[in-house]
């Protein structure tokens, strides 16, 4: 039974390149959620979205950030361009209804 | 949202029961009581989930009180294995909304 599966794990970057990170729910599920984890701030939610329409994106940080669901089995979240303050820890989770079902995450760091 | 308070840290040891209690004052009648754990280099994972009174399942046990302004979450027995860090959070059931994280309680179990 494969959970929600991200990619890459990690990556590492120079600043002022463009980043894509990748997500593809679990199938069935038809919320799905960005999050974002660093030491200082914890797990944030970024945006997520329902049946692939995005529903709240007041926690993206700025218009560097977007995030697309183009079907029901595929999320991006790109960065453009990156910054050493984006380094952090990228989960996506997915769900049908509570709870959510986070992926392993992509660790991204911008040098 | 209910904001919640729980410890930053605890430990203890291999074989021991542990109680983690989470405050969470404001919480609404249509609320729900959720515990996460993560592991380092992983997503948050659901363990539990109550309304009131005790909620049992094969891995923990959450216990709240009538007034619903705290709950526990035991942990029976515990093995090195549940060094995590515990998510409590508060939210309505069956919503779509993205989940608010504090910031967890470390739990650090020794041989």
């Known amino acids: 039974d494969a959970g929600v599966i991200q990619s890459p794990r990690h990556e590492v970057t120079e600043m002022g390149q463009e980043v894509t990170l990748r997500c593809k729910p679990i199938s069935g599920h038809n919320s799905l959620f960005w999050y974002r984890q660093t030491m200082m701030r914890g797990l944030e939610l970024l945006i997520y979205?329902?049946?692939?329409?995005?529903?709240?994106d007041s926690g993206m940080p700025e218009d560097r950030f977007s995030a697309k669901m183009p079907n029901a089995s595929f999320s991006t979240l790109k960065i453009q361009p990156s910054e050493p303050r984006d380094s952090a820890v990228y989960f996506c989770?997915?769900?049908?209804?509570?709870?959510?079902?986070f992926g392993d995450g992509t660790r991204l760091s911008i040098l | 949202l209910a904001k919640t308070t729980q410890p930053i840290s605890m430990d203890s040891y291999e074989g021991q029961e542990v109680n983690i209690t989470c405050s969470h004052n404001n919480i609404a009648t249509n609320d729900y009581i959720t515990w996460y754990q993560q592991f380092p280099s992983q997503g948050p994972r659901f363990i539990i989930q109550?309304?009131?009174t005790k909620v049992t399942n094969e891995v923990a046990s959450l216990f709240i009180p009538a007034d619903r302004k705290s709950s526990t979450l035991s942990l029976p027995r515990v093995s090195l294995s549940d060094t995590a860090v515990y998510y409590c959070?508060?939210?309505?059931?069956?919503?779509?909304?993205?989940?608010?994280f504090g910031k967890g309680t470390h739990l650090i179990i020794q041989p």
């Open positions: 989770a997915s769900s049908r209804t509570q709870p959510q079902h």
């Open positions: 959070l508060v939210g309505q059931w069956g919503g779509a909304d993205g989940l608010t």
């Open positions: 109550g309304y009131k």
């Open positions: 979205f329902n049946n692939n329409v995005p529903i709240d």
